[in-house]
């Protein structure tokens, strides 16, 4: 697995990606202007030169960041992709020092499994004044909240082999 910071040149795979899923209703659009805007907040999975899986970490604060746009490519379900971007995103929020991540989804036993536990929606106001009040569907949204205080967790290797290399469980991640 290929997974890395996302790159200038990556603005439009991701793009790509996130609004196909967003066709589907799985995640919200975002335009290449916003992707680029906040281009420092995206991971990308990379196979043959393609994108083909990417997660945002949103900070809202000091205090709280937001997984967003966990998207793998259909081709690629089922082979540890999503597991492992969330590992590096649980790792980049360790390392911008954030206490406090979550994600709206309807992925609830996936994340779950990597440790998040079932939260409120109310208990982020921030989410809901900047995307929940434009979402076509707020009235009728089926997504749950969970959240992961990150210091109950283990601390990941952060000790880079080279510079800007994540080691998790034996992968070599390239950021």
């Known amino acids: 697995m290929n997974i890395r910071a996302a790159h200038l040149a990556d603005v439009?795979?991701?793009f790509h990606l996130v609004n196909l899923h967003a066709e589907r209703g799985d995640v919200l659009p975002r335009t290449q202007t916003q992707i680029e805007e906040t281009l420092s907040d995206w991971m990308v999975?990379?196979?043959d030169n393609e994108i083909v899986a990417c997660v945002s970490l949103l900070s809202y604060n000091k205090n709280l960041a937001e997984v967003r746009s966990l998207i793998i490519a259909d081709q690629m379900q089922g082979m540890g992709w999503g597991a492992t971007l969330l590992e590096v995103i649980v790792a980049e929020a360790k390392h911008?020092?954030?206490p406090r991540i979550f994600a709206?989804?309807?992925a609830e036993p996936f994340f779950k499994r990597a440790g998040f536990t079932l939260s409120d929606?109310?208990?982020f106001p921030e989410k809901i004044w900047r995307d929940c009040d434009q979402c076509p569907v707020q009235d009728n949204?089926?997504?749950?909240a969970v959240e992961l205080q990150l210091e109950k967790i283990p601390h990941l290797s952060q000790k880079p082999e080279q510079p800007d290399t994540f080691v998790l469980h034996k992968k070599q991640i390239t950021t």
């Open 121 to 123: 929606r109310s208990h």
């Open 12 to 14: 439009t795979g991701i």
């Open 45 to 47: 999975g990379i196979v």
């Open 96 to 98: 911008r020092k954030i």
């Open 141 to 144: 949204c089926d997504e749950i």
């Open 104 to 106: 709206l989804t309807r």
